[in-house]
């Protein structure tokens, strides 16, 4: 890689948006996610809220990666606060990418409607099987 193009990339500065809130815990999984209560999700998405305020940053963002964890699972509300609050905080680029981590089983018309109002212009899908007997077997809850 020449030096312009890793100087360009190193130049580049991205937020990521950990949401470790998944419907549920898969055995195989080592990420920091949790199947949890509605409380805890608002507890952690004041605290987000709070630690986003208290950010100072003054270069321009070029990306803005929400993942999880399942971000899709949480009400889509959470999602467009959060995105606000970034927006409004930090000097986001005109052409920057905007990514949500979504689930096939937690996503629906109206959350993709929520993300693309507030500027989320690409979507990543996890996808575990199209088996539902396999995904059973990899949630924490199944006999095996
Ligand atoms: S859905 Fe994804 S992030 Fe959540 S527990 Fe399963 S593998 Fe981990």
């Known amino acids: 890689m020449s030096e312009t193009r890793k100087n360009s990339i190193m130049n580049k500065l991205g937020i990521y948006v950990h949401i470790p809130f998944c419907q549920k815990k898969c055995k195989y999984c080592d990420f920091i996610s949790f199947s949890c209560d509605d409380k805890k999700i608002h507890e952690y998405f004041n605290s987000l809220e709070k630690e986003i305020d208290n950010c100072k940053i003054n270069e321009e963002v070029s990306t803005i990666y929400i993942g999880g964890g399942t971000p899709s ?11 606000n609050l970034i927006q409004k905080k930090f000097k986001i680029k005109d052409d920057a990418e905007m990514t949500i981590e979504v689930n096939p089983g937690t996503i629906d018309k109206e959350k993709v409607l929520d993300y693309k109002k507030i500027g989320i212009n690409r979507i990543s899908i996890g996808l575990q099987t199209y088996s539902d007997r396999l995904l059973k077997l990899v949630r924490k809850d199944s006999q095996l």
């Open 73 to 83: 699972f949480v009400n889509s509300q959470y999602i467009v606060n959060i995105m």
